[in-house]
């Protein structure tokens, strides 16, 4: 079936260390591919997006390229502040599916001074 | 411009109850969907409303059940309220015209 297969955390990063988040997926067609962020006691917030094959979604610093060859997502950003700790989630829409999302379980990034 | 708003912000309920939570979509946001989340589980899809009708559906059983009115708030129903109903319940709402989806904050719902 459809799916979206995040690394596992928590990630704790120093400031201005690199962040990588993987995130690979399995779906029929070609889906659109999202960054969510949910930071402590609020709802998801859009990071990022890209809807075909070798786009590159970006805001505030994130990077996402979509690799279709190797079913991948992954989030980077170069270098972290502390207002980065969240929970990320990575998400697939498929053709024709109106607004579901399928979700990643999420990874917890802390970042420290 | 105001956001999603769902209330109440927190409920607590026992087993066998039933439950509607509320959701107030951005002002010419016709579309809203509902999402639950749980540790074990994560974010998972409920449904979706389009001008007052159901056009997506997720794999939950009968007792989630939901509705959207003319002026696009929508609301869900729980009926026969289980331990693991336990969930932070998001709504989003979305304008149908682009790819970006609003949530709110959600109604955190906790079953005894």
């Known amino acids: 079936g459809n799916s979206v297969t995040q690394m596992e955390g928590p990630v704790t990063l120093s400031e201005e260390a690199f962040l990588t988040i993987n995130c690979t997926y399995t779906?029929?067609?070609?889906?659109?591919l999202f960054w969510y962020v949910q930071y402590p006691g609020e709802g998801l917030q859009l990071l990022l997006k890209?809807?075909?094959?070798?786009d590159k979604g970006s805001n505030k610093g994130f990077e996402a390229t979509y690799r279709k060859e190797t079913t991948s997502f992954h989030l980077e950003k170069g270098s972290v502040q502390v207002s980065d700790s969240a929970v990320y989630f990575c998400?697939?829409?498929?053709?024709?599916?109106?607004?579901?999302?399928?979700f990643g379980a999420g990874t917890r990034l802390a970042v420290h001074p | 411009k105001a956001g999603v708003t769902q209330t109440p912000r927190y409920l607590i309920k026992t087993r066998g109850q039933q439950v509607t939570l509320s959701c107030s979509p951005i002002?010419?946001?016709?579309?809203v969907s509902w999402y639950q989340q749980t540790p074990g589980q994560g974010l998972q899809f409920l449904f979706e409303?389009?001008?007052?009708?159901?056009?997506n559906k997720g794999n939950f059983p009968g007792r989630f059940s939901g509705r959207q009115f003319s002026n696009s708030r929508s609301e869900m129903n729980v009926s026969t309220l289980e331990l693991g109903d336990s969930a932070l319940y998001l709504c989003?709402?979305?304008?149908?015209?682009?790819?970006?989806?609003?949530f709110g904050s959600g109604t955190q719902l906790s079953v005894l």
């Open positions: 998400a697939l829409r498929l053709m024709g599916g109106y607004n579901k999302l399928i």
């Open positions: 779906a029929t067609g070609y889906p659109s």
């Open positions: 890209a809807t075909k094959a070798d």
């Open positions: 002002s010419g946001h016709r579309s």
């Open positions: 409303y389009f001008s007052e009708t159901q056009r």
């Open positions: 989003a709402s979305h304008r149908d015209s682009n790819e970006k989806l609003f």
